[in-house]
């Protein structure tokens, strides 16, 4: 069965400091992995999009890290502001190259910075 | 600007009275879907489209109709609405090409009574 989970399911950190957020998949046939920010009561924006040959790619403070062997995929945030406070959201997107199908949702890390 | 919109925002409602979200975006999107997000449960998909008058059923489809008729309008039927469907609805559009950023909407609240 396709599935994302993450962990942890939340976590409270101080201003300024990094955090690292975990996505483990057991998706197949696996596409690509994406990481959303979705603040309280809007829509999920995309942080990152990563294809299988890819292992990491940065959108600013946000890193993102794959392991297509272990299946398992990162997210790190350096110097956290509060406006990071936020669910993280791992997708990864199953079969081909058609947009959409298949995305198979985690259940999102809740993070609050506070200062 | 490019975006995805959606209306009403919030909507509360009694069993069984037909209802329908509307969602429209302005970047010539082929790929719409709509998904809707429970606490505990994070976001399911309920029906996609890859184009025009072609639909598709997610994950979650029963007790929900939609619709393709325009390439911008992608609207959610709820034919007899219940509590259970009570949730946070959000419609994403995207390019063709698994690689194509998906943009959602901001969602509309739905409360069934």
């Known amino acids: 069965k396709n599935q994302v989970e993450q962990s942890p399911q939340s976590l409270i950190i101080l201003e300024g400091k990094n955090c690292t957020l975990q996505?483990?998949?057991?998706?197949?046939?696996?596409?690509?992995l994406r990481w959303y920010k979705q603040d309280t009561g809007r829509g999920p924006v995309s942080l990152t999009i990563m294809t299988f040959s890819e292992n990491t790619k940065s959108n600013g403070r946000y890193t993102a890290t794959l392991d297509a062997d272990t299946k398992q995929s990162s997210l790190h945030i350096t110097a956290s502001q509060l406006s990071d406070s936020a669910s993280y959201i791992c997708?990864?997107?199953?079969?081909?190259?058609?947009?959409?199908?298949?995305?198979?949702f985690g259940k999102g890390t809740t993070l609050s910075v506070s200062s | 600007e490019a975006q995805v919109t959606q209306n009403p925002r919030y909507l509360i409602t009694v069993t069984g009275k037909k209802l329908t979200v509307t969602c429209s975006q302005n970047m010539n999107h082929e790929y719409m879907s709509w998904y809707r997000q429970d606490p505990g449960l994070g976001l399911r998909q309920i029906y996609y489209s890859m184009n025009v008058e072609v639909t598709d059923k997610g994950d979650v489809p029963e007790g929900y109709k939609v619709s393709r008729k325009e390439k911008r309008n992608f609207p959610l039927i709820l034919e007899s609405p219940s509590p259970n469907q009570t949730s946070l609805y959000f419609c994403?559009?995207?390019?063709?090409?698994?690689?194509?950023?998906?943009?959602f909407g901001p969602g509309t609240r739905l409360t069934v009574t």
């Open positions: 994403a559009s995207s390019g063709q090409g698994a690689t194509y950023e998906q943009y």
């Open positions: 996505c483990n998949y057991t998706v197949s046939p696996f596409s690509n």
């Open positions: 997708v990864v997107s199953a079969g081909g190259n058609q947009a959409g199908t298949a995305l198979i």
